[in-house]
């Protein structure tokens, strides 16, 4: 049960957000029904059993057993900077200087999420245009799924927050050669992966975009030449220590990086993964590696759009019902992208995005074998669809300093 004095802390913390909130003066409407949605639902918490709320749980224990032995001996012991455990560490640190109230932790993510849709706002904004970012804006404030995981002290809202800074600064070069915004989005891309190690994809494809395009050039101002002394050492030393198990990122091939070209691990994965009552059918796993051809394409199908009617006909719960709802959400947003999928297609930045973020978003529909660990994985990606679906309105970007 949510305590009195946890109660306390969020309203008078509340309060502050409010008067803080009012600041932003061309979406506080929406960030003030964002906040009130999210502490509705946190109040509400105790008598509804929210989505991932045992892994919520885990979390919050295993870090306040950390903070019990100090920062040296509880929590910098055996610190690993991606995965889980740094994201029980890092909550660790909020128990040093706060005290066991996970409501506390909770209202950390209701805090952040706002930050989300601020940051949201502003590169929606920047590259879509005003309607269509305070349309989308409103529509992430009460958006289900963000909602239930901006309430809990998970992953979600930190790897939102990190990846979509990271995709904004990722513009902003591509729009200008700015290479200070390349090392911000580069910085953001590496955080972000510290909270899920997924996100490793996409500083890498980032990296390898921004590589390949100062190399093919032919000309090489000042400071995309100090760009290539200073990122290709740290890239070349940070995938050196991937390599050599320095840096374990258990997400990508089991901490061992040979995995993601070994068919046995794969097939391993695939059953492993398809477990639980929401569990995709056996039908869709890869029997061979020939089946990959079909299989990773409806796996695909399977993390955007799950759960489908006929997989849950015959035992309805009030959880598949909000999976059906939000599947169908999805299937609303890319029902529009394809509808206009000819001016995407016309559109630079839209192939860019596509470039860093779709091998990402292939390696979750891989590594997923539910929905409900798809709806928790993909609304990472919500804010992605939605840029793609509003640069359909600018496909002619300038390209500056890039050509």
Known sequence: MNSIIGIIWVEAISLILLYILYSFKEIRVVLIIALISRLTLLILSDYLRLPDISDSHAFEEFAWIKSQGGLSEGILKNFRFFGSEFFSSFLAFFYLFLPREVLLLSLISVVVSLLVIVQAWKVLVENCGRIFAKN?????????????????????????????MGIKYALNWFDSGNNISAILASIFFVIASFFHEGMMLVFSMFILFYLCNITFKTKFTISQLLSLVIFIPLVAVFFSAIFLGSINLAKLGGGDLSNLINYEYYMYYFNSRMSGSASYPAHINPSSAVDFIWAIPLRLIYFLFSPFILDIFNNIRIIDLFGLIDALIYLIIFVYILKNLKYIAMNKKSKFLLFILMPVILAFSIGVGNYGTAIRHRAKFIIVFLLLLGLKNKFNQPTNNRD
């Open 136 to 164: 989308s804006v409103y529509f992430l404030a009460i958006f289900p799924s963000f909602l239930i995981y901006s309430v809990q002290p998970l992953r979600e809202v930190w790897v939102v927050l990190f990846l979509i």
